[in-house]
C-alpha cells in the first residue's frame, strides 16, 4: 500500500518568517495531496490540496509545490503568525485507481508540530 | 461546525467489553470515513464506506467492525478483539465523485479503555 513520509516532526520559527514541510510518498498512481492543519484536541481541518496534474498551488501565504517524478509535496507558509502553531499533516490518496472511480481512505504523514516563536 | 458529528466526546469502558462510537453526517455525502490517531502518530485509516450497505477495510480493521444501513450513519464498534482500543477515533465523509474531494473530519472521540 501507499506509504507517507513527513519532515520534520517539529518545526520552529520566527514569527514572520517562513516554513517549509516535506513529504515523500510511495506509489506513483497517487493523484491528490491534502494538506491538514489540527490544533491540539481539535478535528483536522484541510488548508490546502493539490491534484497530480497540477505542480503547483497558492492560496494567500499558503502554496503547495507537487514533484511526481520525484514523489514529493511540500507545504510552504509565508509570513508567519502565531495563529500558525498547529501540528500540520500531509496525505496521499489513490483515489478511483483501485476502486472503480469510489472513495479511496487518505494515507497520513506522522504529522509536523509547528512552533511560531514571537 | 455542523455537519458531521461524533458522540461522545470522551468516552470510558472496561477492557474486555464492546463499545459502539457514533458517526452522523447531514451533508448529504455518500461517502464515510473511521480513522484512528494516537499520539504523535498521523491518521490511520480503519473502515471506509462508498455507498449504503457497503464498506472496505482499510489498513488497521482487525478488532473493529462497522455497519452503514442509512447514508447519514456510519458508526464505528470497537471489540475486545481490538489490542490497543485507547486512542484518538475521527470520523470523515466526502462527496463521491470520479476526483478525490475535501474529507471533513467530525470532532473526534476520545476513547479510553482500562
Known amino acids: 500500500g501507499e506509504n507517507v513520509e513527513q519532515h520534520p516532526s517539529t518545526l520552529s520559527v520566527q514569527e514572520g518568517d517562513s516554513a517549509v514541510i516535506k513529504c515523500t510518498y510511495s506509489?506513483?498512481?497517487?493523484?491528490?495531496f491534502p494538506w491538514y492543519k489540527q490544533e491540539l484536541g481539535k478535528r483536522p481541518q484541510l488548508i490546502i490540496d493539490i491534484r497530480s496534474n497540477v505542480g503547483e498551488k497558492k492560496d494567500q501565504r499558503i502554496a503547495v509545490t507537487l514533484n511526481k517524478t520525484a514523489k514529493h509535496f511540500s507545504l510552504h507558509i509565508t509570513e508567519t503568525q502565531p495563529e500558525d502553531s498547529a501540528v500540520y499533516f500531509c496525505a496521499a490518496s489513490i483515489r478511483g485507481v483501485y476502486s472503480g472511480g469510489g472513495a479511496d481512505g487518505l494515507t497520513f504523514g506522522k504529522g509536523t508540530h509547528l512552533i511560531i516563536q514571537p | 461546525d455542523g455537519g458531521i458529528t461524533q458522540s461522545p466526546k470522551y468516552l470510558f469502558r472496561k477492557e474486555g467489553q464492546n463499545v459502539t462510537l457514533s458517526c452522523e453526517q447531514n451533508?448529504?455525502?455518500?461517502?464515510m470515513y473511521w480513522y484512528r490517531q494516537d499520539p504523535g502518530q498521523g491518521l490511520r485509516l480503519i473502515y471506509y464506506s462508498q455507498i449504503v450497505n457497503d464498506f472496505q477495510k482499510g489498513d488497521i480493521a482487525e478488532g473493529y467492525s462497522v455497519s452503514r444501513e442509512k447514508k447519514e450513519s456510519f458508526p464505528l464498534t470497537v471489540t475486545s478483539a481490538q489490542k490497543n482500543p485507547t486512542a484518538f477515533y475521527l470520523c470523515?465523509?466526502?462527496?463521491?465523485?470520479?476526483?478525490?474531494?475535501?474529507?471533513?473530519f467530525g470532532p473526534g472521540t476520545r476513547l479510553t479503555v482500562t
Open positions: 506509489d506513483s498512481a497517487s493523484n491528490y
Open positions: 451533508l448529504n455525502h455518500d461517502a
Open positions: 470523515a465523509s466526502s462527496i463521491q465523485r470520479e476526483i478525490a474531494y475535501e474529507q471533513y
